[in-house]
């Protein structure tokens, strides 16, 4: 639930799934206010922007999950009437002192080449399986799916070589790739780079 400070204050919920979920409607009321036609889809950048918050919070434990990322998603859906009308905006500061790897302006993607290539195709994977059922952002997502072509090859073996035969070890690897990798910056802005460096 949102807090109160005051009679019209907002504050942030302690607990990480209603904050998480809090700052995604906010983010998301913020890429509608500055669409100018209501029923036009939201730009791709924004929508990544939206999905950064689940992604976060299911990466907070260092390993990501997916479970977590659900919940989020899902309690933004149930939030979403309550941070209407105009107040949302009162929690834009909180969210983004909250959750500074949304606003990260310079991304910097992992030293190691193999790390990079990894968390980049986790990340888009991620906002592959985030989006693909809107049919707009297609164009983009392609993208993300031919680099995830081109690389997945060598980074397999490297994970195996990595964790060893067990599956449960290799997925691991992954999942900390893609929790290490969301705190990069926001998401179409760290893609840009991955394909900068290695589409």
């Known amino acids: 639930m949102l807090g109160s400070c005051g009679p019209n204050a907002l504050t942030l919920p302690e607990e ?3 904050r998480a979920a809090t700052c995604g409607v906010v983010a998301a009321n913020g890429a509608r206010l500055a669409t100018q036609d209501i029923q036009a889809s939201l730009p791709f950048e924004a929508m990544g922007r939206i999905i950064h918050y689940p992604l976060l919070a299911g990466s907070e434990a260092g390993s ?3 479970q977590v990322a659900v ?5 933004m859906e149930e939030l979403q009437e309550g941070i209407g009308e105009g107040k949302w905006k009162e929690l834009v500061p909180a969210c983004k002192a909250a959750f500074p790897a949304t606003e990260v302006k310079e991304v910097k993607l992992p030293a ?3 790390d990079a290539q990894l968390s980049c ?3 888009g994977d991620f906002l592959r399986s985030a989006l ?14 031919r680099l995830g072509m081109k690389l997945e090859t060598t980074l397999s073996s490297g994970v195996r070589s990595r964790a060893g035969p067990d599956l449960g070890a290799r997925q691991e690897v992954r999942r900390k790739a893609l929790a290490t990798i969301a705190k990069a910056g926001p998401p179409v802005a760290v893609m840009k780079e991955c394909l900068a460096r290695f589409g």
């Not at 919940?71 to 309690?75: A, I, T």
């Not at 693909?132 to 799916?145: H, M």
């Open 16 to 18: 990480p799934v209603d």
């Open 64 to 66: 990501f999950s997916s």
């Open 71 to 75: 919940k989020v998603q899902g309690r």
């Open 112 to 114: 190691d080449r193999f």
């Open 121 to 123: 195709v986790e990340l």
């Open 132 to 145: 693909e059922r809107q049919g707009e952002y297609a164009n983009e997502l392609a993208d993300y799916r």
